[in-house]
């Protein structure tokens, strides 16, 4: 079963316009990390936050985590067509000992010029 | 710098028919070893992950196996493969499973069991 579910499954916007995407999470983590996917293509890592961490930032892109709400969200500011590109949140559970990540089922963002 | 490698990129094979896919680290040493499957528009399903050499584990119980011949390198592999194995296959590596590192992602192979 996933771990992760993200929201919302598709997005649609804009170039310059930012985006937003949200996972949810079930079970306790020690770290939440973000992927892109472009199409036919293997995953990129995006950043990782840590479960003590709230917030982080890594070029256009914002990561905050709710562990309380067991939930995060992903922001890309000033969009770019580039951008364009499924995007998938993983955790990595307090449970597990061998670094194993549940990924969620992605959200698909197209940006479009 | 490390590097992983996947292949072949693309494959056709009859059900039946048996199976290997490998995937190569290079550039680091004792890295763990992941292989996913994700089905079309779909996130993704862990198979199998290995910490060692000859220390396989398996997260669903299914048509395939894996195995770890040498340090970097990782191979599933199908005796005879069904319709339902069709699926885009990614091999990952990462450095520790104690720390929090993330995944580099291979550029994956696109099966097609006819």
């Known amino acids: 079963s996933q771990q992760g579910e993200e929201d919302p499954q598709a997005l649609s916007i804009q170039e310059g316009e930012n985006a937003t995407m949200n996972c949810s999470y079930k079970?306790?983590?020690?770290?939440l990390q973000w992927y892109r996917q472009n199409s036919g293509r293997g995953l990129v890592h995006l950043i990782l936050?840590?479960?003590?961490?709230r917030e982080k930032h890594s070029g256009r892109l914002r990561v905050t985590l709710d562990t309380s709400k067991k939930s995060s969200s992903l922001l890309i500011t000033a969009s770019r067509a580039a951008d364009t590109a499924s995007y998938f949140c993983?955790?990595?559970?307090?449970?597990?000992?061998?670094?194993?990540?549940?990924f969620g089922a992605g959200t698909q963002v197209v940006v479009t010029p | 710098s490390q590097t992983i490698h996947q292949w072949p990129a693309t494959l056709v094979q009859p059900v039946g028919s048996p199976l290997s896919l490998e995937c190569t680290v290079e550039g680091t040493s004792n890295p763990n070893l992941y292989w996913y499957r994700q089905a079309a528009g779909r996130g993704l399903q862990l198979l199998f992950y290995s910490v060692g050499i000859g220390q396989i584990s398996s997260e669903v119980p299914q048509n395939l196996s894996a195995s770890r011949p040498q340090d970097r390198q990782f191979i599933l592999s199908s005796k005879k493969l069904l319709l339902s194995d069709s699926g885009f296959y990614l091999c990952?590596?990462?450095?520790?499973?104690?720390?929090?590192?993330?995944?580099?992602f291979g550029s994956g192979t696109r099966l097609t069991v006819v």
């Open positions: 993983a955790t990595r559970m307090t449970t597990d000992s061998w670094g194993k990540l549940q």
């Open positions: 990952a590596w990462s450095v520790s499973a104690s720390a929090n590192y993330g995944y580099t």
């Open positions: 079970t306790s983590i020690n770290n």
């Open positions: 936050i840590r479960s003590n961490e």
